[in-house]
């Protein structure tokens, strides 16, 4: 019997230990979504300040300028559940006749970008790679170079991104300035390159498929 008491005390202690490191684990997650969201509006309200200062404007229709800023700001802090960014944001701007010419080529240029930081980084991943796989010195300046070619061939990969403002103003010739800023996700961008980059290497290179493949993984 004491030995059921004692049983059942100690699975009661258990219990109201996990309860409670659940409630803390919630709620330190609450304040650190709170917390989020306190970081960009000094940023986000200082930049808005800016960009109507140059005559920028949004859409007829579209959430104020502010509003949609500050929502931008906020994508950028988000983190994953390892603190890492959980986006990869980028901005692009173009100048045509049209707004719709205009918004066009600023989405290519954030594309291009956003393909560029997403290059950068698969560069490092990549560069340690080589490091701890045996490859000689001609086969790490292939793949360095194809590597470093592969942002156009990213941005073509892309596919759908995530907008987070546009805006645009009426120069004195009465062509249009857009200015737009989008993300893509972190993980998702990186399987992306991870797939365009192999096809590539495939392509381009004489290295042995095996060892393509040993080189390629990474954790996402």
Known sequence: MKLIK???LA??????????????????????K??????PVKEAKKEAKSFKKQGYHVSPG???????????WIRQYETTEDGYPLYIVASGNSVANTQTA????????????????ISTQVAALIETSIA?????????????????????????????TLP?????????NKNVEVFVRMAYNSEKAMAVAQKAISKKLEEETDIAHDKLEKLMKWDN
């Open 6 to 8: 004692s049983l059942t």
């Open 11 to 32: 699975f009661a202690i258990v219990f109201a230990f996990s309860t409670l490191t659940v409630a803390q684990t919630k709620a330190a997650k609450k304040a650190g």
């Open 34 to 39: 709170k917390e989020i969201k306190k970081k």
């Open 62 to 72: 579209a959430l104020p300028m502010g509003k949609q800023i500050e929502t931008a």
């Open 102 to 117: 205009a918004k066009l080529q600023a989405t290519e240029v954030a594309k291009l970008e956003l393909a560029g930081s």
């Open 132 to 160: 701890n796989q045996q490859f000689n010195a001609e086969e790490a300046a292939s793949v360095t170079k194809t590597v470093a070619a592969a942002k156009n061939i990213i941005a073509q990969e892309l596919g759908r």
């Open 164 to 172: 987070l403002f546009e805006i645009y103003r009426t120069l004195d």
